[in-house]
């Protein structure tokens, strides 16, 4: 496992819960992107409800129930594991919002091994 401390890197990645990349959802492909290419670690998260550039409203709300809700992808990695990865994220969120700030890291730790199933 990678050590991560100090000031890094991370990437937030706006985008809709519907958005599809090359028939797959966007989000599922970008996250298995990012593992092959040996990212430190991504996480998906849900909204409840928000906006974006055409100012359409996405909500969990029972009269306008949605099937286009937010996610968001955050990335945290060293500077250059982020710089490599700015492309290909840019070729395959084509509707959204990217944003990179510093960060810092006080722990990244994958604790300890899983005990196997009998």
């Known amino acids: 496992m990678r050590e ?7 990437v937030r990645v706006f985008l809709g819960e519907d958005d599809r990349w090359q028939g797959q959802f966007l989000h599922v ?3 298995e992107r990012l593992r092959k290419e040996g990212i430190a670690g991504a996480t ?10 055409r100012s359409i409203v996405h909500s969990t ?6 099937e286009d809700l937010p996610l968001v992808v955050e ?7 982020i710089e490599r990865m700015l ?11 990217v ?18 199933r009998t």
């Open 4 to 10: 991560l401390d100090g000031e890094q890197m991370m």
């Open 99 to 116: 944003t990179v700030e510093k960060v810092r890291v006080i722990k990244y730790s994958a604790g300890p091994a899983p005990t196997p």
């Open 29 to 31: 492909a970008l996250v």
């Open 61 to 66: 709300h029972l009269l306008n129930l949605s």
């Open 87 to 97: 492309p290909i994220i840019d070729a395959m969120v084509t509707e959204g919002l």
């Open 75 to 81: 990335v945290v990695d060293t500077p250059e594991h």
């Open 44 to 53: 998906v998260f849900r909204g409840v409800c928000g906006y974006g550039a």
